[in-house]
Structure formats: structure tokens, C-alpha cells
């Protein structure tokens, strides 16, 4: 599990930032995407796949996040 901290930028898109990896990337889409339950598999701009227990939407947010599939690398 890694600590990954969400918010949204000036264009109302979502980051999802791991500090140890110091990876920065948009958030492309999410298994449950509403207001009262907000996660599950994340999908990013680099074509990873993490986990995010679903949850209340609130950010910014620091929240537990499990790595499901690396994106592919060139």
C-alpha cells in the first residue's frame, strides 16, 4: 500500500501523486464515480491501475492506494 494524496487541478481534473515515487498523473476514470461513494480501480493518464477503497468523495484527500497493474512502459 502507498500513501497517494488526490485533488483536483485549475481544469476540475483529479491528481493522483505518490510522494515516494514522486509520479504525478490525471485520473482517466474510476470503477464508482458519485458524490456518496467515489474509488475503487483508478485508472491513469500512464496506464496504471490502483486500488482506492471506495469512499465518500472528498478532496483534497491523502488516502491508501494499492498498485492493481503497471502501465505500459516504451
Known sequence: MAKVMLRENDEGKVLF?????DMEEIV???????????GGNVHLSNGDIWFIE?????????????????????
Open 17 to 21: 501523486y505518490v510522494a515516494k515515487k
Open 28 to 38: 482517466e476514470s474510476l470503477e464508482f464515480d458519485s458524490a456518496e461513494k467515489w
Open 54 to 74: 471506495p469512499n465518500a468523495k472528498t478532496l483534497p484527500n491523502e488516502v491508501n492506494a494499492k498498485i492493481i497493474k503497471r502501465g505500459e512502459e516504451d
